[in-house]
Structures are given as C-alpha cells and as structure tokens.
C-alpha cells in the first residue's frame, strides 16, 4: 500500500490517502506538545515507539473482542488504518487520581480511585477540550445514545485489559485517552493510538513516572523513559 496525498497533519502524526478510499496510512512523529500546543519539543525515537506500542496494544485488545482501526503495520512510523469519522470526544478513563483530576478534585495525586471513572472532553482544540457530559453530548449530536454506549462499554474493557497487561510488565495503568471513529458502515472503533502519549504508566515498584509527564512536567530522561515501557512491553507483549 502506498502513500497518496497528505490529508491532515496533527500535532504527533500526519495522515495520508492510499488507494483503497476505506484505509488510510499514519505515520507518526517525534514532535511532542502538551497544554494545549502552548509547550513544543521533540522526544527521540517517540513516533517509532508509539507506532508499534500502540499496534501492539491494538492487537491485543482486538483479540479481547474491542474493534479497533488497524490494519496492518507498514514500516517503523506508519500504519494502515481504517478510514474512520472520528467522534469528536476525548475519552479518559482513570484508575488512580492524577493530573487534571487531581486538580479538580483537590485530591492528591496517586490516591487509587474506589472504581474506574470515565469522563469525556470535546475535542475542540479553540474551545480547549472542555469537559462535557453525556447530556452535552447527546443534545450537540456528537454521538447517539447507542454509540455513546458502546463507547463506554469498549471503554472500560480497554481499561480492563490494558490494567492486567501493564501490570504483567510491573507498571501500574493510571489513566488514558481514547478516541473513537467509525467506519463507513457506522461501526464503532478503536483509533487514534495508546502510547505513553495518551496514557500514565507508572512502574509499579519505584512510581517512577514512564510516560508523556517527564516532558510536560519538565523531569528529563523523556527519552529513556519511553525506551524503558517499549522494552517492558516487548517483554511480556508475547504472553498477553
Ligand atoms: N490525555 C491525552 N490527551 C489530552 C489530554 C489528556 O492523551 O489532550 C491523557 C493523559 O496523557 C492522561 C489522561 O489522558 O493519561 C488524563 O489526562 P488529564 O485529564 O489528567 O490531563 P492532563 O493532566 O494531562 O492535562
């Protein structure tokens, strides 16, 4: 499959047409930005990391009954994905109280959280993603009730099976982002990517944090901390 006209290009990867109208190819970037795009900078190796942690991870969870946009992985930064209409939500899933909740919430970071919560953002980078409910979502149409369902439903079995497959590796599943899309006959999918771009790990044993905080909070080894969850993950991908 090869590479057509560039169609879009996001602030961690660029999307590209193929010759089949249903499949696109993303290829994933080393640029990294957080609040907003108001922080920028560039972590080496990431886009390769996260393209293949994130196929990975997509497998898996494909075999745990989660439909998902990949396809096939073509080279080191690009995968052929499905062509989705992506629901225009974030959809964040925590197990332990961190970032933004912790802020809201006055709740220390850290604190595990007596159930899984789910939350939802309006993808809408002028507005800033703000929170939304499922009402919001409802009267604006973003999805119907029925998808809005199955959203959840997949949700929360991605935070299943993510938890005991991070855990088999000694890291510990704080919380993570998750976009949907659907697929031209309206099916629900997975898509976008599940790195440590868009989810807490934290080694179980230290806290020590493995993921897109390092960079956004200024803690360096930004890079040897995304090497170390890919090696964790290549160690234990085999058995999950
Ligand atoms: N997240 C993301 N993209 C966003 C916002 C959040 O991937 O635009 C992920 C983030 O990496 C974390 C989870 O969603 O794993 C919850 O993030 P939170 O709401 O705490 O926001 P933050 O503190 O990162 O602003």
């Not at 057509?4 to 990867?13: D, S």
């Not at 629901?87 to 959280?113: C, D, H, Q």
């Not at 159930?115 to 009267?139: M, Q, V, W």
Request: with cysteine.
């Amino acid at each position: 499959m090869t590479k057509g006209a560039q169609l879009y290009e996001g602030k961690a990867k660029k999307v590209f047409e193929t010759d089949d109208p249903e499949l696109l190819i993303v290829s994933y970037k080393d640029d990294a930005t957080a609040f907003n795009g108001l922080k920028k900078g560039t972590i080496v190796g990431k886009g390769v990391i996260n393209n293949q942690m994130s196929n990975a991870l997509m497998k898996v969870l494909e075999k745990k009954g989660v439909p998902t946009h990949f396809v096939e992985e073509l080279s080191e930064r690009d995968t052929l994905v499905k062509r989705v209409k992506i629901v225009p939500l974030e959809v964040i899933i925590r197990n332990i109280a961190a970032g933004s909740f912790s802020k809201r919430y006055g709740v220390e970071e850290g604190t595990p959280l007596a159930r899984p919560t789910i939350e939802f953002s309006y993808k809408n980078d002028e507005l800033g993603d703000p929170l939304i409910n499922d009402y919001h979502i409802l009267a604006l149409r973003l999805a119907t009730d029925e998808e809005l369902e199955t959203i959840k439903t997949y949700a929360f079995r991605v935070n299943e099976e993510l938890k005991k497959f991070w855990k088999s590796c000694g890291v510990t599943l704080v919380d993570f982002k998750l976009e949907f899309g659907k697929v031209s006959d309206g099916t629900i999918v997975l898509a976008d990517e599940i790195s440590p771009d868009t989810c807490r790990l934290w080694d179980s044993a230290t806290g020590e944090k493995l993921d897109k905080d390092r960079f956004r909070r200024d803690l360096g080894g930004v890079e040897d901390a995304y090497h170390e969850i890919m090696k964790r993950l290549e160690e234990h991908i085999a058995e999950a």
